[in-house]
């Protein structure tokens, strides 16, 4: 199959990578002439994937529409900010009926979008699909056993994506819930953020795992009532990328988290990590989500005042514990 990989960040290369080993025909597009200049003459991303080596037979470029003539399956793979310019600019490349797996991870800041959503009012012409997991690219990138979750809204589609992502060592099931799916990918950067600001604090393990265990009732809560599905986020793309995202050393909201809660302001720690850092550009999207939808999110409320409000990390944490009182699962009936 040709597949055509908009995006040559982290992720885009380690999809490259996983892809290759299928004997499918690779071409990758990026924005950054030195970017497609250092990987067509060293077939390895130096800086944001270094030790992943491509095969010689990965196509790079700028142009995009080469990058996408005569593509069967398009990975849109660009950060979160950049998915509504980058439909734009694939729209009149992409032929009708082509499938676009989204793997990307967030919501858009304006419109409050899911970013299928974003895809399809840019290509309506294309079949959207979305990948998502407990997935960092840097073991991707070296064929680590990984697995992750479709979602596409048709079962054909997803088990079409399945077949040609789907190795001994990267494990592929199919969903229909894209709604569940997406805000789980979204939603759980911020709550990692916070994670990353309680390692800054000192706050230690305990508190890390509250921050996991109450972000993923935040998240199902939001997600379910905008229509995904309660198991969703008991799966792979909630509970198993929250966990992964939170706790992992290849974590970019972890890490900047981190530096937040020592005390850097956010695009002080995001300078510092030097990569797109999703949990900050998700952050008010996912509150605006909250209000608009009536749902209780102290976490991503309290991310959000650190982010934007300049409130020391220390009083958040302070206003999580103190919270009014209440029962773990209000359902339930003494």
């Known amino acids: 199959m040709k597949i055509c990989v908009l995006g040559a960040g982290s992720w885009g290369i380690a999809l490259t990578k996983l892809l290759t080993c299928n004997n499918h025909e690779l071409s990758v597009w990026s924005i950054d002439p030195e970017e497609v200049s250092m990987l067509k003459t060293s077939c390895e991303h130096k800086t944001k994937l270094p030790g992943v080596i491509l095969p010689g037979t990965v196509e790079f470029t700028t142009d995009i529409g080469l990058a996408l003539k005569g593509a069967e399956l398009v990975v849109l793979a660009v950060p979160s900010p950049f998915i509504r ?6 729209f009149p490349h992409i032929e009708d009926g082509t499938p676009i797996v989204n793997v990307a991870k967030g919501i858009e800041d ?3 979008m899911r970013l299928s959503e974003v895809i399809e009012q840019e290509i309506p012409q294309a079949r959207v699909a979305v990948l998502s997991g407990p997935s960092h690219a840097e073991e991707v990138g070296k064929l680590m056993p990984t697995t992750v979750v479709v979602g596409a809204k048709t079962k054909a589609l997803a088990e079409m994506i399945q077949d040609t992502f789907m190795t001994d060592f990267f494990r592929v099931y199919v969903s229909p819930d894209m709604i569940g799916i997406e805000l789980g990918g979204a939603v759980k950067n911020v709550i990692a953020l916070a ?3 309680a390692d800054g604090l000192g706050c230690g ?3 890390k795992a509250a921050l996991i265990t109450r972000g993923i009732v935040e998240m199902s809560a939001l997600g379910t009532k905008m229509g995904g599905h ?12 929250l ?3 939170c706790a992992s050393v290849h974590s970019r909201n972890r890490r900047a988290g981190i530096l937040i809660g020592q005390g850097m302001k956010y695009q002080e720690a995001m300078d510092e990590v030097k990569m797109i850092v999703e949990g900050v550009y998700s952050a008010k999207a996912a509150l605006a989500l ?6 209780d999110m102290p976490i991503v409320e309290g991310v959000n005042k650190v982010l934007f409000e300049d409130y020391p990390a220390k009083d958040a944490m302070h206003d999580l514990l103190t919270r009014d009182r209440k029962a773990e699962v209000i359902s339930l009936n003494w």
């Open 195 to 197: 994670a990353g600001i």
């Open 110 to 112: 304006n419109s409050l």
């Open 243 to 245: 966990i992964v995202t």
């Open 230 to 241: 309660s198991r969703t986020f008991a799966g792979l793309s909630g509970i198993g990328d």
């Open 85 to 90: 310019s980058t439909a734009a600019a694939a």
């Open 205 to 207: 393990d305990n508190a």
């Open 290 to 295: 909250a209000k608009k939808y009536e749902v």
